[in-house]
Every structure is written in C-alpha cells, then in structure tokens.
T-cell receptor, first 115, second 117 residues
Framework: SQQGEEDPQALSIQEGENATMNCSYK?????LQWYRQNSGRGLVHLIL?????REKHSGRLRVTLDTSKKSSSLLITASRAADTASYFC???????????????FGQGTILTVHP | DSGVTQTPKHLITATGQRVTLRCSPR?????VYWYQQSLDQGLQFLIQ???????AKGNILERFSAQQFPDLHSELNLSSLELGDSALYFC????????????????FGPGTRLTVL
C-alpha cells in the first residue's frame, strides 16, 4: 500500500504562478524525498528533507516538513511550462534508526503548466 | 542523465514467458533498488541489494527474483509472466544503506517498459 498520499491529484496553472503540492504519510520517517517524472520516463530526484528539518530550498523549490502532522509540501515558484510533469513524494521509513532506502511513493500529483 | 542505465528500454513478450531486466548503477553506488510502476498500483518497491547481498524486500512476487553481481550490476528476472506484470520497471542506486542517520538519495534509471501480451 502507498504510504504517501498526494494532494491534489492534478493541478493546472498558468506560467508564472506558484504550484503547491501536499503529501501526507503514516509512519515515522528518516527523510522525505520529492521526485519529478516526465510522462513515461525515469524519476528525477528533486530534493530531500530530513526528519529533523522543517524547511529546505533548492532554486525555485521549497519543501516543508511537519513531522507532527506527518505531512510535507512542495512549492514551485514562478512555474514554467517545462515544469509540467508528475511529482511524487517518497518516504524513507525509520525502522529503529535504520534505513534501507525502502522508499514508499505516493500516487503523485500531475502538474500542468500552461504557457 | 542520472548515471543509472537500464536495458532494454522496451520489452514485449507473451504470457508464460521469462525475461531479464538489467541495471547498471552509478559509479561508486553500492545499493541497487528495483521498483515497479503500474497504473493501478503506482510505484512499488520490489527489492534492494547492497554490495551483492539482498537487504530489503517489498511487494515482490515469488515469480520474480533478482541478484546483484560482483561488478555491482543487477538483474531482475520475471518468470511465468502474466498480463498484470505489464509495467515500467525502474532501477535506482544510491551510495550506501542510509543507516546511522545518513540519507539515502536514490538515482533512478530511465526504466524498462514491459508489455505482456
């Protein structure tokens, strides 16, 4: 079963607007990662946030993590048509302090950015 | 380009057949992971190898098996194929296990699209 639940399932915006995607998960984690997937292609790692971090930035990406609510959000600012893709959150579960990288992915958010 | 390579890109076969998917991790990465992506199940973790040894198992069917060789490349073997096995199969690699509080950023290959007819 999928641990991560993304919301919304689909998001359609205009170029220049910001896009926010949310992810909720169920168990404790070592870290949470966001990936992008262009249609039918491989996943591209975007950003990793550790369980003891609350916010992280990378270029136009901003990720927040609230471990008390077991949720994360990905904000893409000033979106571009090239940002059109599916975005997945993936949790790296904390099994007694050990992580084997058994990532659990959400169902993803399909982002469409119109030029 | 993540540095992870997978072959073949596409595979079309019939039910009951057996196929082998191959993955070469990034240079220096010791861990290899296999994932299956299908429309109904989404992205699911199958199995992980670290430096030649199996380390973690996910929702991998008994008809599926994998191994990691001394040169660290990995193969995923799928046998007695069924229509429902049609999916994208991804391989990912990372430097280590992510133990001791270290992080485990994974780099994904382009995938092998398997179609079972």
């Amino acid at each position: 079963s999928q641990q991560g639940e993304e919301d919304p399932q689909a998001l359609s915006i205009q170029e220049g607007e910001n896009a926010t995607m949310n992810c909720s998960y169920k168990t404790s984690i070592n870290n949470l990662q966001w990936y992008r997937q262009n249609s039918g292609r491989g996943l591209v790692h975007l950003i990793l946030i550790r369980s003891n971090e609350r916010e992280k930035h990378s270029g136009r990406l901003r990720v927040t993590l609230d471990t008390s609510k077991k949720s994360s959000s990905l904000l893409i600012t000033a979106s571009r048509a090239a940002d059109t893709a599916s975005y997945f959150c993936a949790t790296d579960p904390n099994a007694g302090g050990t992580s084997y990288g058994k990532l659990t992915f959400g169902q993803g958010t399909i982002l469409t950015v119109h030029p | 380009d993540s540095g992870v390579t997978q072959t073949p890109k596409h595979l079309i076969t019939a039910t009951g057949q057996r196929v082998t998917l191959r993955c070469s991790p990034r240079s220096g990465d010791l861990s290899v992971y296999w994932y299956q992506q299908s429309l109904d199940q989404g992205l699911q973790f199958l199995i992980q190898y670290y430096n030649g040894e199996e380390r973690a198992k996910g929702n991998i069917l008994e008809r599926f098996s994998a191994q990691q060789f001394p040169d660290l490349h990995s193969e995923l073997n799928l046998s007695s194929l069924e229509l429902g096995d049609s999916a994208l199969y991804f391989c990912a690699s990372s430097v280590g296990l992510g133990t001791g509080g270290r992080n485990n950023e994974q780099f994904f290959g382009p995938g092998t699209r398997l179609t079972v007819l």
